[in-house]
């Protein structure tokens, strides 16, 4: 019975642990798609309007987690800013809160430039 009793608990805890984790990754996920979705629109008529931002946050080797390619003619640069320092702010946070993965996840650094008068992204090598 004793046994019966620790399994339960262990599992409860071990359950509720994946549940706070899987919350806190889908509160992320939900902001990189109002991300994605407020600078969808990457139409340019210059390369000078393309940008590029770096968002989140890579727990084993820093840096962020990936980058967001987008135009200032369509947005507001202020926001965009704004908006990847939320989401970096909270995968910070998830990151505190987990061990460290013993694999770097490797993001190549990008360039934004105007072709066909769409923001496209150039990975640097």
């Known amino acids: 019975m004793k046994y019966q009793c620790l ?5 409860t805890g071990l359950l509720s642990g994946c549940s706070a ?4 990754q889908s509160a992320s996920n939900g902001d990189d798609f109002a991300l994605a979705e407020f600078v ?3 139409g340019c008529d210059a390369s000078f309007q393309c940008k590029v931002i770096g968002v989140g946050e890579r727990q084993t080797c820093g840096g962020p987690s990936q980058y ?3 135009s200032v003619r369509n947005v507001d640069e202020t926001q965009v800013e704004q908006m990847a320092v939320a ?3 909270k995968e910070h946070a998830i990151n505190q809160q987990t061990p460290p993965s013993e694999v770097c996840k490797q993001v190549l650094p ?3 430039l105007c072709i066909n008068s769409q923001c496209q992204a150039i990975t640097l090598k």
Do not use: E, N, P, R
């Open 21 to 24: 984790t899987q919350t806190a």
């Open 68 to 70: 967001v390619v987008y």
């Open 87 to 89: 989401i970096t702010k």
């Open 40 to 42: 969808a629109d990457k």
């Open 7 to 11: 399994t339960l608990f262990l599992l």
């Open 110 to 112: 990008i360039q934004a």
